[in-house]
């Protein structure tokens, strides 16, 4: 929220707005496979306590170059370029880490929970940011963000996890092994297949939020901010629902109805011209996002043995995250030719066929 408003505020730009966005998420969709590829190398514990105080370094250096003045736009961009380095290597791991710290019966919950806190932030976040942006400025916000990590740092260096063997194989070797297991698992293959489908053609929708806030609600920043925190009200609802699910069977459909009924909450929202009924549809398509979302998460995670979970999460992070300039790229496009509404009712159709060519070998990943 503070890197937004700062590149804005220096520049004045909607184009440089969107570049350091997409700059942050290029070296996830170039290096999330070498970052998942390390984790199966080495230690996860040492490598993400590596991570983290590098993430806490780019903040803190962030925040600085603003306290003093010194900020430019080219700062921002290099420091966003080096975050989404360590994003591509810390996001793999951390997911693949999970694992590791519950054991296979507590994953659901684990990945659950981890979304409650993640969903619980994005509704949070924003309006901490916000008032600490109108109180004291934006530098106290990255250094608030710099210190943060001490907590995390703190519990990965407290961690007593046992020691276990990791397989040595060169960087090549280890990709080529992760795509010739993904290949010949149908499900494996088509799940991942459909989360990057569904990241390109429909997650990008939050891209269009400000349209529908302004141009078809007819309100404003106000607007804007309730049809966000609608999404992560729903996201946040639907992880705890899943939370509460635990370790019992039904993974297989949970995942087809959230990813369908996800799809077609959303469908219904590009129809929508009243505000009420547009938060009401935002909750629910936040609600079957996660469910989706997380689901898919879990069944890769159990599914994969131990030896490749790191890489084959490194797949799943970049269909889903790496998969963002992309998105945006086309939405935009579609949305300045047919409008908003248009280009998101075009994306869910690309889905739906999708989820309908993948649906048999789907429906087998349970098993």
């Known amino acids: 929220m ?201 997650l990008q929708y939050l891209v269009m939020m400000p349209v529908f806030a302004k141009d078809i609600l007819g309100g404003g920043p106000k607007t804007l901010g309730g049809l966000m925190a609608a999404t992560g009200v729903g996201a946040l609802s639907g992880a705890l629902n899943l939370a509460s699910w635990g370790n019992r069977r039904g993974r297989e459909s949970m995942l087809l109805w959230g990813v369908f009924l996800f799809l077609l909450a959303l469908l219904f929202f590009t129809f929508s011209t009243n505000l009420y009924l547009s938060l009401l549809l935002l909750v629910l398509v936040g609600g079957f996002m996660i469910t989706f979302l997380a689901t898919a998460n879990t069944l890769l995670q159990i599914k994969v043995p131990d030896g490749l979970r790191g890489r084959i999460m490194g797949f799943f992070v970049m269909a889903l995250l790496g998969m963002t300039p992309i998105g945006s790229l086309q939405i935009g496009f579609l949305a300045q030719c047919l409008g908003a509404p248009w280009a998101i009712r075009i994306g869910i159709f690309v889905c739906l066929l999708s989820l309908l060519g993948l649906l048999r070998d789907l429906r087998r990943i349970d098993r």
């Open 2 to 202: 503070a890197q937004s408003w700062l590149v804005y505020d220096l520049t004045h730009s909607r184009i440089l707005l969107g570049l350091v966005s997409a700059i942050g998420s290029f070296p996830i969709l170039a290096f999330s496979l070498y970052g998942g590829s390390l984790a199966d190398r080495v230690d996860k514990r040492k490598l993400l306590l590596f991570t983290q105080c590098s993430a806490m370094t780019v903040a803190w250096m962030l925040g600085i170059l603003v306290a003093f003045g010194w900020v430019r736009i080219w700062h921002i961009l290099v420091l966003a370029t080096l975050l989404g380095l360590d994003a591509a290597i810390d996001t793999p791991t951390r997911q693949s880490f999970i694992i590791e710290m519950v054991g296979r019966e507590d994953l659901t919950n684990a990945i659950a929970l981890n979304s409650t806190i993640f969903n619980a932030s994005r509704v949070i976040g924003p309006a901490l940011a916000g008032f600490l942006i109108a109180a004291v400025g934006i530098a106290p916000c990255f250094f608030l963000n710099g210190l943060t990590y001490f907590a995390i740092i703190f519990a990965l260096y407290s961690m007593r996890l046992e020691v276990r063997t990791k397989p040595q194989f060169s960087t090549r070797h280890g990709l080529s092994e992760a795509i010739h297991y993904a290949r010949s698992h149908p499900a494996i293959r088509s799940l991942l297949i459909l989360v990057a489908i569904v990241s390109i053609f429909a």
